[in-house]
C-alpha cells in the first residue's frame, strides 16, 4: 500500500514539474497579494502584530484554495478509470493528503519569507514554526477532502468555494489564535487545548476522506 501511495505522489510531483506553470501560478498570487498588502500600508509595513497575523493567515487561506483546487480537477476521466483498476481510494487519497500537505508547506514557508521581507518580521517565537507545519497540514486535510468530493459532482469547482469555508473557517480561526498567542509568553496550559482541537479535527478529516472516499469512488 505504501509503495503505491509514493507512486501516485511521484506522479503528480512529474506532472506539476512538467506543467510548472501550476506551481509558479499559485506562488505568483501569493506574491502579488504580499505586495498589495505592502502598497496598502506603506514603506513602514504592519506594525501592529495581530493585523499582521491576521492578514497573513488570510493570504495563505485563499493561495491554499487556489492550489489544492487542482488536486483532483487536473485528473482526466481516462485516468480516473486507469486509477480504478491499479490503485484502491484509500490509496488515491492518501496519496492526495500526503502529497498536497507538502506542496502546502512549501507555499507557505516561501509566503512567510516574502512576507518579512516586505512587511518586516513580527514573530517572536519559534513556536509560530510549528503552527505553519500544523496549519499546512490541517488546512491540506480540509481541502483535499472537499476537492474530492467536488471533483465527482462533475468536477463543479463551485462546490469547492462552497464548502470549503464552513470548514476551514474553524481551523483558520484556531490557527490565527494560536499565532496571536505567539506575541505573549504563553505556557503549554494555554495552547493545549487549541492543539487538542486541531489534533481531533484532523483525524476527522482524515477519516472522513478515507471513508467517504470509497463512495465517491465507486460512483
Known amino acids: 500500500m505504501i509503495k503505491k501511495i509514493f507512486i501516485i505522489v511521484g506522479k503528480d510531483l512529474k506532472i506539476d514539474l512538467n506543467l510548472g506553470h501550476l506551481f509558479f501560478s499559485v506562488a505568483i498570487y501569493l506574491v502579488s497579494s504580499i505586495f498589495v498588502i505592502?502598497?496598502?500600508f506603506g514603506r513602514l509595513g504592519i506594525n501592529e502584530f495581530n493585523t499582521w497575523?491576521?492578514?497573513f493567515w488570510i493570504i495563505l487561506l485563499y493561495g491554499s484554495i487556489v492550489s489544492v483546487a487542482k488536486s483532483f480537477l487536473h485528473e482526466s476521466e481516462n485516468r480516473n478509470y486507469y486509477y480504478y483498476y491499479l490503485f484502491s481510494s484509500s490509496e488515491l487519497i492518501f496519496a492526495k493528503l500526503i502529497y498536497n500537505f507538502f506542496f502546502l508547506l512549501i507555499l507557505f514557508f516561501m509566503s512567510f519569507g516574502v512576507y518579512s521581507i516586505l512587511l518586516?518580521?513580527?514573530i517572536k517565537s519559534s513556536?509560530?514554526?510549528?503552527?505553519?507545519?500544523?496549519?499546512?497540514?490541517?488546512?491540506s486535510n480540509c481541502l483535499t477532502f472537499i476537492s474530492a468530493i467536488s471533483y465527482q459532482v462533475k468536477k463543479n469547482s463551485m462546490i469547492m468555494a462552497i464548502l470549503s469555508f464552513p470548514l476551514i473557517l474553524p481551523i483558520l480561526i484556531i490557527l490565527i489564535n494560536l499565532s496571536k498567542i505567539t506575541d505573549i509568553e504563553f505556557s503549554w496550559n494555554i495552547i493545549e487545548d487549541d492543539i487538542y482541537?486541531?489534533?481531533?479535527?484532523?483525524i476527522i478529516l482524515i477519516?472522513?476522506?478515507?471513508f467517504l472516499f470509497k463512495f465517491l469512488w465507486k460512483s
Do not use: D, T
Open 120 to 122: 518586516g518580521n513580527l
Open 197 to 202: 482541537l486541531l489534533i481531533l479535527l484532523n
Open 53 to 55: 497575523i491576521s492578514l
Open 207 to 210: 477519516s472522513l476522506s478515507n
Open 127 to 139: 513556536f509560530f514554526f510549528f503552527l505553519l507545519f500544523v496549519g499546512a497540514l490541517s488546512i
Open 38 to 40: 505592502y502598497i496598502s
